[in-house]
T-cell receptor, first 116, second 109 residues
């Protein structure tokens, strides 16, 4: 069974450019989460989808970040325009609906974003 | 003050040693307490979770929660070089996880 897949694995962009990160959750997982780890800090929650609906986006840093999950399958996280402080590793996680999340969430390998 | 405090290390021990990893937290609303292991360039992988105060054992790993002190621990017995990784404590708040900074552990053969 395929795990959570994230694309690209690494992206280097210039300040002011746009970047789109993609996450393919495990098939059948309705819960999808985005997390981020910036250099030297802990992994922090960004937002939570249930199917195509945003349940909690309290962790989104500002309106330069836009997450979508059209059709309730894969999700994208767009950063526009990117700033230097957006550099970090972006993780996606998924779990089945009705799970306690903490016991059944699976993380992707992350996308390392470098803004120069 | 961070909600979850974890010493980032690094921590280096010889093979076979008992390893103790710890986190403290400030939010009494945290419901579940987890330990994740993360290898380099990989995503976090759930090792263990507990709900109430007490101990939970799984093979060489023991998770301990003391809610009265807001303190959780992970013990690794008979540590192996393959246990070398970053260990992250995490706590559930509503539907999201709050992570500690992670402790980088190296087991030396």
């Amino acid at each position: 069974e395929a795990g959570v897949t994230q694309f690209p694995s690494h992206s280097v962009i210039e300040k002011g450019q746009t970047v789109t990160l993609r996450c393919d959750p495990i098939s059948g997982h309705d819960n999808l989460y985005w997390y981020r780890r910036v250099m030297g800090k802990e992994i922090k929650f960004l937002l939570h989808f249930v199917k195509e609906s945003k349940q909690d986006e309290s962790g989104m840093p500002n309106n330069r970040f836009l997450a979508e999950r059209t059709g309730g399958t894969y999700s994208t996280l767009k950063v526009q325009p990117a700033e230097l402080e957006d550099s970090g590793v972006y993780f996606c996680a998924s779990s089945p609906l009705g799970s306690t999340m903490n016991t059944e969430a699976f993380f992707g390998q992350g996308t390392r974003l470098t803004v120069v | 003050q961070k909600e979850v405090e974890q010493d980032p290390g690094p921590l280096s021990v010889p093979e076979g040693a008992i390893v103790s990893l710890n986190c403290t937290y400030s939010n009494s609303a945290f419901q579940y307490f987890m330990w994740y292991r993360q290898y380099s360039r990989k995503g976090p992988e759930l090792l263990m979770y507990t709900y109430s105060s007490g101990n939970k054992e799984d093979g060489r790993f023991t998770a301990q929660v003391d809610k009265s002190s807001k303190y959780i621990s992970l013990f690794i017995r008979d540590s192996q070089p393959s246990d070398s990784a970053t260990y992250l404590c995490a706590m559930r708040f509503v539907q999201k996880l709050v992570f500690g900074q992670g402790t980088r552990l190296t087991i030396n053969p």
